[in-house]
């Protein structure tokens, strides 16, 4: 009987429906949104310290309600995404239980410190725009309350890149030192934005099987190709160089060549051991310890209307 609901269900996802919560799903397909929704939820939580950092420090009052605005979106963001995986029966909870814990992984990226203001800048075009690279297709993803809410997600991502490119043009076309810290936040933010995409195809454990199910539309290398194609033109634009000696573009192909990645670097990051990742835990226990009293506070307030709903 199993193997017929999955056969239906692959038929299902090959004829491209969208599968609902209440439908039926193979084991592995569950486990592996929840995992996919939640690491992408706590990615846009923590998502938000590195560029919290610079709230209280933005140069103009324009550049400070852009960030605030961009830093909420991304609270929002979190939210949408937990929303999304409580409808596959978990708690949000125990999502962010995992989170504290260590148990559970966000992106590598929003382990790296923002030193300077260039870094918003830089997070923002690239950062987001790898993002959004990625995103774009998981608007399609097979499982409709995740793509569903990427599709808003993607909208508020793209609003965010032009923000952090924006910001960018204003310091390469500035004096010589906003354009040493724009040049210099490119050569921190570009080989760790390529490592957003994840393992190299041959090294990726889920992606087959998560393409099969439509929930990647996409390897991660062809992801990573199509975003270097898009930047490397950007940064030419903007005149900062990106800091890869083997850059070069293949006219036969029409793409970028680009040197290898330190995936040594990507998995000590995923091993706990990059710059920031104790810090940004450290941040969300503390967040989370502080709103003890308001998610109790909540239960008083909503225990208390039921009783007056009783009498
Ligand atoms: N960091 O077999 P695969 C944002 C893990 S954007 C950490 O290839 P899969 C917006 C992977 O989980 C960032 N871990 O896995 C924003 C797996 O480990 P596991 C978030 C990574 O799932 C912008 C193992 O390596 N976006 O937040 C990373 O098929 C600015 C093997 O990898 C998403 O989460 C990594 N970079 O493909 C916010 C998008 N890459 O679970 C604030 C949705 C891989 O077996 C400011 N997610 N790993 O222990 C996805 O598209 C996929 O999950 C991938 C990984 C592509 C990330």
New binding site residues.
Partial sequence: QDAALQGRFQERVDAEEKIEPRDWMPEGYRR?LV???S??AH??IV??L??GNWITRAPTLRRKVALLA?VQD?GG?GLYLYSAAETLGVSRDELVGQLLSGKA??????NYPTPTWADIGA??WL??G??IM??VP?CRCSYGPYARAMVRICRE?SF?QRQGYELMLALAQGTAEQKRMAQDALNRWWWPSL?????SDD?????AQ?MAWK??RFS?DE?RQRFVDATVPQAEFLGLTIPDPELRFNAETGHYEFGAIDWTE?NE??KGNGPCNRERIEARRKAWDDGAWVREAAVAHAAKRKQRALK
Avoid: C, W
């Fill in positions: 592996t995992r996919q929704i690491q992408h990615s846009e998502g938000m590195p560029e961009k991304e963001h992984k966000y992106s590598s990226i929003f997070i923002g950062v987001d790898a993002a990625n995103q998981l991502e965010h490592m957003m995409f994840g393992p090294q990726s454990a889920h992606s998560n929930i990647k991660n992801l990507f990051i995923l």
